[in-house]
């Protein structure tokens, strides 16, 4: 078992992908707590009369969005990593990428699953 997770996650000791990591993974909790106070504050009058369903789904599309900007800043950073010689790689993008959207799917299938 330990030699198949060493093999499935040998691709993470490789270059600076833990970098990429943390970095996806500050984003992407920074993200979520500037969007999810902006939200609230903006929202609060129109989600204060909405049931649990109205609410779990703004929470949702603030992660799905909280993602997407995850992705585009790993891509920022694998632009400006090749603009100085480097070759571009996926597999940095999905380092940063990974956490995020493994918490993300998480949420989605916990949240629609016990509405």
């Not at 106070?37 to 779990?56: A, K, N, R, T, V």
């Amino acid at each position: 078992m330990k030699q198949l997770i060493e093999k499935v996650f040998g691709w993470m000791k490789e270059s600076n992908r833990p970098a990429h990591m943390k970095a996806g993974n500050s984003i992407f909790v920074a993200g979520l707590i500037v969007f999810t106070f902006i939200g609230i504050l903006l929202l609060y009058p129109m989600i204060q009369d909405c049931s649990y369903e109205g609410s779990s789904r703004l929470f949702v599309s603030i992660m799905i969005q909280v993602c997407i900007m995850v992705f585009v800043a790993m891509c920022a950073v694998e632009y400006i990593q090749e603009r100085m010689g480097c070759k571009w790689d996926w597999l940095d993008i999905a380092a940063g990428c990974l956490v995020p959207v493994c918490i993300t799917v998480f949420t989605i299938l916990l949240v629609f699953l016990t509405l």
